[in-house]
């Protein structure tokens, strides 16, 4: 027969050990080095299925080239650059991350906003960011179909040029390079590209990211 007694310390013991795990294991994903992606649906993966965007696709291909980084996706569908602003402090707060993938802007554009203020929003969640601790903040530019005329619609994918110059930020200069035109990419709407395309999204963002890794791998 068994004794209860061993029993009840083998018991406590798997117990201990089982927390020790669960704690520790907590503990070293929070340790490890933070990437915040701020967006919109473009990369909350608005009409795909669960982890198929390309920000779940960034967190598989992280790990895959041995970086330590964890993906913290703060994108929200039909977010302007306001929206993102009112969130960045609280996330900032909470998830400490070392870079910043800034990919708002597309919703201002659509609904004819003012230019002068979404490059002011940007401006200032850059700031805020930078003097929150981030050490890198990727711009992701956009274009915009040509709705409110070729005056806006060229204003619009410079601005992105231009403060990325301005703020000396890497800069990928249009996330749906590659996407936008091409048959089965995009939704049935014309503005949120198919599960297809996330791939190529991520390879859009990772040529400009991947360079900046390893400066924030500790």
Do not use: C
């Amino acid at each position: 027969m068994t004794n209860r007694s061993n029993v009840g310390v083998d018991v406590r013991l798997r117990a201990l050990v089982l927390t020790f795990l669960l704690v520790w294991g907590g503990a070293a994903a929070l340790s490890s080095p933070a990437i915040l992606v701020l967006g919109d649906s473009l990369s909350a993966g608005y009409g795909i299925p669960t982890g198929k965007g390309w920000v779940d696709l960034l967190q598989a291909r992280l790990a895959e080239a041995g970086f330590p980084h964890r993906v913290v996706n703060a994108s929200i569908s039909g977010d302007t650059s306001r929206g993102g602003l009112s969130r960045l402090p609280d996330a900032l707060e909470l998830h400490a991350p070392r870079l910043l993938i800034l990919e708002l802007g597309g919703n201002d554009g659509l609904q004819g906003l003012s230019l002068d203020e979404l490059r002011d929003n940007l401006r200032r969640i850059i700031d805020i960011a930078r003097d929150a601790g981030v050490e890198h903040v990727v711009l992701l530019g956009m274009k915009i179909p040509p709705n409110y005329g070729p005056y806006y619609a060229d204003g619009f994918s410079a601005l992105y040029r231009s403060l990325a110059q301005e703020q000396d930020l890497p800069l990928v200069d249009f996330l749906l390079e590659g996407i936008a035109t091409r048959p089965g990419m995009m939704q049935e709407d014309g503005i949120h590209p198919t599960e297809r395309a996330q791939d190529r999204m991520l390879e859009n963002v990772w040529q400009v990211l991947e360079p900046l890794l390893p400066e924030t791998s500790s």
